[in-house]
């Protein structure tokens, strides 16, 4: 067990030793960074580090705190480079948690987006609906985690005039959306009302191709692939944390400027 004075009075981590250094070297960069002390950062992240809970635990909590910092320095007029045409990356690369032979398979004529949560307009669009809706276009890049980037057009419909069609509550923190494949993710409400987030339903000037989301897919230029769903089938606005497909496995939930 490590020494009980040097926490806080109510932390009593169980760790390992190489966890323990950890820990220490964590807390001291938030200390000469910000002046937050793992103390604090328990009491904002509601991570209360009594018996039990883990390092893993306590940089769940560090990385969700980090979230909320930066999306309380999200500038809104803060925009996503753009390119030109002649820059634009063919073949533009396809990435997904499985095999490009896996591409769900979409029955277009059947499909709908169903909207819900905390909207006043809770009925099902279908692809003719959305393609009715005002569009806009960009050619911008997309960034993987992976350590790859590529530059495409996208259009489709501002999320931020879906959202005011549907009556969505814009005070509300999340945006959520569920994919036709495992897929599920969300995003902060500032980042879905920011003017280069789409609906995207065209790639390259045509309607999406299966790889690349049909029939419809999340462009959100500000933030790393993994934060642009492809084949989105349901929509929900939200004050309840929905997390995502990679985001619960570990990785940063904002992502993104
Ligand atoms: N439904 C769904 N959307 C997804 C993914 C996925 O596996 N399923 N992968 C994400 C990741 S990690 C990236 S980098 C981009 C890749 O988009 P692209 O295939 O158009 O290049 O899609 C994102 N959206
Ligand atoms: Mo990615």
């Known amino acids: 067990m490590p020494e009980r004075n040097d926490r806080p009075r109510g932390q009593r981590l169980i760790l390992e030793p190489a966890q323990r250094s950890q820990l220490h070297r964590a807390q001291r960069r938030l200390l000469l960074r910000g002046g937050l002390s793992l103390g604090a950062l328990a009491m904002i992240s509601g991570c209360n580090m009594q018996d039990g809970d ?24 803060k925009l996503a480079a753009t390119y030109q045409a002649s820059q634009i990356t063919d073949p533009f690369p396809f990435n997904a948690y499985y095999p ?38 960009q050619i911008t890049r997309l960034i993987c985690i992976e350590g790859w980037s590529a530059i495409g057009q996208w259009s489709g419909i501002p999320l931020k005039t879906f959202l005011q069609r549907i009556g969505a509550d814009l005070s509300a923190r999340y945006v959520g959306f569920k994919c036709a494949d495992r897929y599920y993710g969300s995003i902060d409400m500032p980042t879905a009302l920011h003017p280069q987030t789409i609906l995207a339903l065209d790639f390259g000037g045509a309607a999406l191709p299966a790889d690349y989301g049909q029939p ?7 933030k790393l692939g993994f934060k642009n769903p492809k084949h989105i089938v349901a929509m929900f606005v939200t004050n309840t944390y929905p997390g995502g497909y990679w985001e619960d496995q570990g990785y940063n939930w904002f992502s993104g400027i």
């Open 54 to 77: 883990t390092f893993d635990k306590v940089l769940w909590a560090m990385s969700r705190w980090n979230d909320r910092v930066q999306g309380w320095l999200f500038n809104q007029n």
């Open 100 to 137: 490009e032979y896996s591409v769900p398979d979409i029955d277009l004529a059947a499909w709908k987006l169903e909207v819900s949560g905390m909207v006043a307009d809770k009925r099902a669009w279908t692809l003719e609906d959305l393609r009715g809706l005002p569009q806009a276009s």
């Open 216 to 222: 419809l897919r999340l462009r959100v230029p500000t």
